[in-house]
Nanobody
Framework: QVQLVESGGGLVQPGGSLRLSCAAS????????MSWHRQVPEKERELVAL????????NYADSVKGRFTISRDNNKNTVYLQMNNLKPEDTAVYYC??????????WGQGTQVTVSS
């Protein structure tokens, strides 16, 4: 059974930091491209950051470059999103996604991030 379980969301003040985690099971994690996406009500889900199967291949949305860092630990089947200098506009539900070359696509259930004073 495939599972992607996000954690680490919450309420944080502007300028603060959060680290999201996504624990994967039920598939060969190291063979999948992993990414984080976010969505706010009435808007389309957008790509935040992506990391290839090679842990040094990353890509970021312009809005988060220099503030967010995506990483993965293939030994722990986990992908992370370190978010620094958070802004109110980063408020969203954050989702983890796994994509293979087949392609198989899996999504997590999402975790809420709220940036507010």
């Amino acid at each position: 059974q495939v599972q992607l379980v996000e954690s680490g969301g919450g309420l944080v003040q502007p300028g603060g930091s959060l680290r999201l985690s996504c624990a994967a099971s039920g598939f060969t994690f190291s063979s999948y491209i992993m990414s984080w996406h976010r969505q706010v009500p009435e808007k389309e889900r957008e790509l935040v950051a992506l990391i290839g199967t090679a842990e040094d291949a990353t890509n970021y949305a312009d809005s988060v470059k220099g503030r967010f860092t995506i990483s993965r630990d293939n030994n722990k089947n986990t992908v992370y999103l370190q978010m620094n200098n958070l802004k109110p506009e980063d408020t969203a539900v954050y989702y983890c996604r796994a994509v293979s070359l087949t392609p198989d696509v899996y999504w997590g259930q999402g975790t809420q991030v709220t940036v507010s004073s």
